[in-house]
């Protein structure tokens, strides 16, 4: 069995020996494959390099020319970069401008919107005084509190009535100062913050009345709305004596309460008042003022939120003008730099140079990378040499190593007996635990058995139990019957008091009814005593009345005897002639008069006559301005259609000249102006551009002094629609070469017959088709000017 083993191990490192120098024979075949294929590439990086450097004149200056635009380009970057300037910020300010605006007029139509829906909660005065502080002037009471639920609208709306569009000013001097010098332009009531004292209802009043009717189900008018502190005054002028209820039933209770008595109002507007009327109907429009009022106050609030956030993007846009017109040329200035660059690169990489010298780059990476797998096979071949010595050091001490081998399996076997002597010892030990086990199992038995003998004695003492159970159960049923009849005798008890509690309360009602109408009977018979007490002093006042009209008027007495008589002129009986009624007609007619006064304008009569001529005045005037503004639309459509001939005959004439000029300045090349596709000249005009009978898609595509060329040709064209006198060009040619300097003197001299042109030049060209030309020189340190006519030259 050794001797197998040894064989099968010499067989091993013998098949490793000649892999290995299998892989030695195929690196020395790499690496001359290497080797040819890296002398082949050095032959040929010569060649290239010999042919490259004959022909890298024009090439070099080439690329000299593009680093020389990329440092400048590189330099523009750094310009843009120290500016500072954000363009996608800017953008993003300029679109939220846009948006803020539109937000911005149709908050702004919506307030106005709603104002002229509300012309009674303008104010317009005029200033009393030069230093007069409007601020003093609060305005109208219904714009200077806020309703907290909505469903209030109406029931505050009627409770304050007329006193809504009165005015809250600061003081007593500034209602005198705006009623005598401040000419308002409607009739107006003021309010004086420091003579305006309010009623509050009082805290015991309003305790009854939730006694009455819940506290849920009446509110004191001031708690349903907010304000300023400082205007609490003048609110409970306004609000401060009326209560607020959800509805009639509850505001009748309220209202007509004996301590109560107070004002009340309900959600839908009906009016309770303690005298005794009730004032209502149909809703109509109530409550739309302060619901118009609410909207109108959000929108504001709104507006001016968007228009302080509009301000200040303006602000931030002014501030970043200068900067951003620096940042715009500069980075036309860069765009165009680095375009030019990217042409030339193109123009170098499509050259035979530029193809050469990637030839050569790519030769250089290859030897390069030839060169490294070289060096690598070489280390490879070390490390195979080197196993080759080792495998041939191994077959030689193939015996020793099995000697050495057959050492340490004998350790091995001794390891083993001695773990197996210690396992030995632990199943002995374990044979003695079980032993042990099996005595603890006989003792558990035992007990088991005395446990099931107990179980025995516990069910027979839980059946001795149940018997105990039912029995017990049988006298909680008996107890629960005669629980039952008691509790059927508390209810017919309970029945019987309510039945009394009904009827106590009825006496005890019927009681207080009795005394209400027992202090009403009092109050009647007082009054009724007061009246008599009145009824007599008021004969006393009319005897005397009568002696005095009888000392003044003789006529009465002389007349006296024809009154009742209807030919006479006195055609009244006497018996008609009731004072207690005409009394009472009178009062009648002058408490509907005081309530009229709160709602309607006493003096409405006498301002219709003005209000109507003033109203037929002012639609006289719209008619005059309904008739300007037809003959203005009609003016309006004549300038419009003239301004559309006047500009198609000048885009005619201009982009003639245009064409000619430009063909002018570049022989073979042709310029133009026209409309976008599917636009109109009304909506713009594009240049375009044509070498031969090929037109450019855009102005990029040309180089810096064509598109210098094109906009002198167009500046030119403009200019010869409505020719000057007299022009004055300042080194217009200075970026043009020698051709083009002398087509621009051409070219003045072909199309400019009717003007003077003063050029101002360097380059002899110009100078060609000049009739006077001024040359300066510096001489001894002056500056002298010479003339030269045409002739002279």
């Known amino acids: 069995m050794n001797r197998g083993d040894d064989g099968e191990a010499a067989a091993t490192l013998a098949d490793q020996l000649m892999q290995t120098k299998r892989e030695i024979a195929n690196l020395d075949t790499e690496t001359a494959k290497a080797k040819m294929k890296v002398k082949h590439c050095k032959d040929e990086l010569v060649k290239k390099e010999s042919e490259a450097s004959k022909k890298k004149g024009n090439y070099e200056n080439d690329v000299k020319l593009v680093e020389r635009m990329e440092n400048e380009a590189a330099r523009l970057k750094r310009d843009l970069d120290a500016i500072g300037f954000d363009e996608q910020s800017s953008e993003s300010m300029m679109s939220e401008r846009e948006n803020l605006r539109k937000e911005y007029d149709q908050l702004r139509y919506d307030v106005n919107s709603l104002e002229n829906k509300l012309p009674q909660i303008h104010f317009n005065y005029r200033k009393p005084t030069p230093d007069f502080d409007h601020s003093r002037v609060k305005g109208p009471v219904c714009t200077l509190f806020k309703v907290k639920d909505p469903r209030n609208y109406t029931a505050l709306e009627v409770a304050a009535s007329g006193r809504l569009y009165n005015i809250i000013v600061a003081d007593e001097e500034t209602a005198k100062l705006i009623l005598e010098k401040g000419r308002p332009e409607k009739r107006c009531t003021l309010l004086p913050l420091d003579k305006i004292r309010g009623r509050e209802i ?58 109560v008595a107070t004002r ?28 118009s009022i609410d909207q109108l106050m959000k929108r504001k609030s709104t507006f001016s939120r968007v228009k302080s956030t509009l301000m200040e993007i303006e602000r931030k846009l002014d501030s970043m003008h200068a900067s951003k017109q620096q940042y715009t040329q500069l980075k036309q200035q860069y765009d165009l730099r680095s375009h030019e660059i990217e042409l030339l690169k193109d123009r170098l990489k499509s050259t035979n140079q530029h193809l050469l010298l990637e030839e050569i780059e790519n030769l250089k990476q290859t030897i390069a990378e030839n060169e490294q797998s070289l060096q690598d096979m070489v280390d490879r071949k070390k490390t195979a040499e080197k196993k080759v010595k080792e495998l041939e050091s191994k077959m030689k001490n193939t015996a020793s190593i099995r000697e050495r081998e057959l050492q340490e399996a004998e350790k091995a076997l001794e390891k083993a007996k001695k773990n197996f002597e210690k396992t030995k010892k632990a199943a002995s030990e374990r044979e003695q635990a079980v032993s042990f086990l099996k005595m603890e199992i006989d003792e558990l038995k035992k007990s088991l058995d005395n446990y099931a003998q107990q179980l025995t004695e516990v069910d027979s003492k839980i059946e001795a139990q149940k018997a105990e159970v039912d029995e017990a159960s049988k006298a909680v049923d008996e107890a629960k019957e005669v629980v039952d009849g008691v509790q059927e005798e508390i209810k ?113 009569n006498i301002m219709l006559g003005d209000k109507e001529k003033e109203a037929e005045e002012l639609n006289k005037k719209r008619q005059i301005i309904e008739n300007d503004k037809k003959k203005l639309l009609v003016y309006m459509e004549d300038v419009d259609k003239k301004k559309k001939d006047a500009l198609k005959d000048a885009w005619e004439k201009i982009n003639k000249d245009f064409g000619n000029i430009f063909t002018t300045l570049l022989p073979g090349a042709n310029a133009k102006l026209m409309p976008p596709e599917g636009k109109t000249i009304m909506e713009g005009l594009e240049v375009k551009v044509a070498f031969g009978d090929v037109w450019k898609e855009s102005l990029t595509e040309l180089s810096g002094g064509q598109r210098s060329l094109v906009a002198l040709s167009l500046i030119l064209a403009l200019l010869l629609y409505n020719p000057a006198p007299i022009y004055i060009l300042d080194e217009v040619d200075a970026a043009l070469d020698q051709s083009h300097t002398t087509n621009i003197g051409t070219m003045i001299k072909k199309h400019f017959t009717n003007s003077q042109f003063i050029i101002v030049s360097l380059k002899d060209d110009m100078f060609n088709n000049a009739n006077v030309l001024f040359r300066t020189k510096f001489v001894d340190g002056c500056s002298t000017v010479t003339r030269f006519a045409k002739g002279d030259r």
């Not at 009340?264 to 109509?284: C, N, Q, Y």
């Not at 017919?492 to 008091?497: D, M």
């Not at 002093?537 to 005897?543: H, I, L």
């Not at 009154?563 to 004072?579: C, I, L, M, T, V």
């Open 202 to 259: 009082d805290p015991r009043v309003l305790k009854n009345a939730q006694s009455i009717v819940g506290r849920d189900n009446v509110f004191p008018a001031l708690d349903l709305i907010e304000f300023d502190p400082s205007l609490t005054e003048a609110m409970k002028y306004v609000f401060g004596d009326t209560m607020i209820c959800p509805n009639m039933d509850c505001a009748k209770k309220v209202t007509f309460a004996r301590n």
């Open 264 to 291: 009340t109002v309900t959600l839908d507007g009906e009016v309770f008042d303690p005298s005794g009327t009730l004032t209502g109907g149909a809703i109509g429009g109530k409550g739309a003022v302060l619901s």
């Open 492 to 604: 017919k008890l309970k029945r019987l008091i309510n039945e009394h509690s009904s009827e106590i309360a009825r006496l005890t009602k019927q009681k207080e009814n009795l005394v209400r109408e027992a202090e009403e009977m009092k109050l009647s018979i007082k009054k009724h005593q007061h009246e008599i007490s009145q009824i007599e002093n008021e004969g006393k006042d009319a005897s005397k009345s009568i002696q005095q009209l009888l000392k003044k008027f003789t006529w009465i007495n002389e007349e006296k005897h024809l009154f009742g008589e209807e030919s006479a002129g006195y055609g009244f009986k006497r018996a008609d002639f009731n004072p207690e009624e005409l009394e009472d007609r009178i009062k009648r007619l002058q408490d509907d008069k005081n309530k009229l006064s709160k709602t309607v304008n006493m003096r409405a």
